[in-house]
Each structure stands twice: as structure tokens, then as C-alpha cells.
């Protein structure tokens, strides 16, 4: 189709029709920054103030925030906002712990389960079945009380209430994969079963499941400080979330602020995981839907 010149006028051209912008989401660009600053404060905390966690001053107890103390101080004197900075390295590495323990052991539950043949499938797939009708947490509050508190026994109790779930996700997808038709091409050409495991079976079992352990993070996050406000997780004097929380909660009425910041704090950590985990779950599916 030509185009006219009209008089006194330059001719038109036709201009190449351009691909729609993708939509911004200035959710997704606030959750990133909210994460990047999250772990930097758990891997420095020290950057972001000069003062100690467990320094005790008397002179300075329960003082509401100001300038000298950005989140107040506590019930001996102890600077909030240090306690708040430094409670989130154990909180956030007991999340990345129980999440990399749970995907771990669900991807080897959900493999023996594929690959188990009938009989190993059913009695894998029972016992998942028993332990996700019991509630998470107090799945992982049981496995507190055996194993026993502290920081390496946590992530063993949350990643316990997490590994079934994770197999069921590694059981659907391989068995996709072990009765798709190049599987078993090279079965019938002799492929060993170790490397058909490794290369075929593996990589497409785990693309999904990584992708929801973003989302596993928050959710293990949230377990674990929940077990630590119930004095189960990370003991004194060490800063946690869900013990700052426990220790604020007699002083909610006079020093709110003892149990608002660290709330605010875990609040922030989960929706931020979430929101990235929501954002890369919806990417993935898109792309293996093309």
C-alpha cells in the first residue's frame, strides 16, 4: 500500500508496529529491593549500626525510639534496632537451611517414589500422605522435642514438615518425564539407569521445585520464628525475630516497640519472599507452556 503525499506537507511513512512493553510491577521491583537490603543486613549487619546487640545499660531501659535509639531500647537496656538488624541473620539462614534440607530430602523421597516401581510408589506416597495431614508447625514442634533446641536442630524440624509436599512436586514430574518417549528410547537403547536419572530424569524434576523453594524461604522463615517465640528455636542472648517477639510480648502495653519492630521485620521477610517466589513460579509456567 503506497502513501500519498498530500501538498505542502512531507509524505507519511509507515512506521513499524512495536511489541507492547511488558506491564511494570513496582511490587516486584519494591520486593527486590526490600530482598537485596534484607540480605545485606544479614550478612553485615554491623554496616547499618555502630551499636552491640547484647550490650547491656541500665541507665537505658525501655526507652522509647528517638534518635539516640532509632527502635527504642529493651527491658535491659539494649539497643532494638541492633537486635532487630542482627536477629535477622539466624532467622534468615535457618529459612535458607530448612528450604535447602527439605529439597534435598523431598527430592530423593520423590524420586524413589518415580522410580521405586509400584509397590515403592504406594508405601512412599502413604507415608507422605500421613505426614501432610498433620499441620506444619506442629509437625516441626514434635520434631523440636526430640531433636532439641538450637540453630542446626530448627532447621531439621522445619525442613521435616516441609520434605513431603516437595516430593510430591519431584514425584509428578518425573514420572512425566520417565514415560515420555525419548526416556524410553534410551532405555531401549541401553542407557544406563544411574545416568538416565542424572541427565533426563533430575534436571526437569527440579526446575519446578526450585522455583517454590523461593516460597518455601518464607514459609520455613515464618515456622521457625514461630517455634523461637515458643522458646523452641534459637536461644538467649543470641537475636531472633520470633524470640524478640516472645520477650516483647509482657511489655506490649508499656513498650510497645519491644515486640512491633521485630513483627514488622518478619512481616516484611515473608511478603517480599513470597512476592519473588509468586513472580518466579508465574515466569516459569509461561515458559513451559511456550
Not at 516497640?257 to 518478619?266: E, H, I, N, R, S
Request: proline content about 7%.
Amino acid at each position: 500500500m503506497s502513501t500519498v503525499a498530500s501538498p505542502g506537507r512531507p509524505s507519511a511513512r509507515l512506521r513499524p508496529l512495536r511489541a507492547p512493553r511488558a506491564p511494570q510491577r513496582p511490587g516486584m521491583l519494591l520486593a527486590t529491593l526490600a530482598l537485596v537490603v534484607i540480605a545485606l543486613v544479614a550478612l553485615a549487619p554491623g554496616l547499618f549500626t555502630s551499636q552491640s546487640p547484647t550490650g547491656v545499660r541500665i541507665t537505658d531501659v525501655l526507652q522509647p525510639p528517638g534518635t539516640a535509639h532509632w527502635f527504642g531500647t529493651d527491658q535491659l537496656g539494649r539497643d532494638v534496632f541492633a537486635r532487630v538488624l542482627y536477629g535477622a541473620r539466624p532467622s534468615v539462614l535457618v529459612g535458607l537451611g530448612s528450604t535447602a534440607i527439605a529439597l534435598a530430602g523431598g527430592t530423593v523421597m520423590g524420586l524413589a517414589a518415580a522410580l521405586g516401581g509400584r509397590w515403592g510408589d504406594w508405601a512412599v506416597m502413604r507415608f507422605a500422605d500421613v505426614v501432610l495431614a498433620l499441620p506444619p508447625l506442629l509437625l516441626a514442634l514434635l520434631a523440636v522435642v526430640i531433636l532439641g533446641t538450637g540453630e542446626l536442630n530448627l532447621m531439621f524440624a522445619v525442613a521435616i514438615a516441609f520434605i513431603p509436599g516437595y516430593a510430591r512436586i519431584v514425584r509428578a514430574e518425573a514420572l512425566v518425564v520417565v514415560r515420555s518417549g525419548y526416556v524410553e528410547a534410551a532405555v531401549g537403547l541401553g542407557l544406563r539407569r544411574s545416568v538416565l536419572i542424572v541427565r533426563h530424569v533430575l534436571p526437569n524434576a527440579l526446575g519446578p521445585l526450585l522455583v517454590l523453594g523461593t516460597v518455601g524461604i518464607g514459609m520455613a522463615m515464618l515456622s521457625a520464628s514461630s517455634l523461637s517465640f515458643l522458646g523452641l528455636g534459637v536461644q538467649p542472648p543470641v537475636p531472633e525475630w520470633g524470640a524478640l517477639l516472645s520477650g516483647g510480648r509482657d511489655f506490649f502495653q508499656s513498650a510497645w516497640w519491644l515486640g512491633v519492630f521485630p513483627g514488622v521485620a518478619v512481616t516484611v521477610c515473608v511478603i517480599t519472599m513470597n512476592v519473588v517466589g509468586r513472580y518466579g513460579q508465574e515466569r516459569f509456567t509461561k515458559r513451559s507452556t511456550r
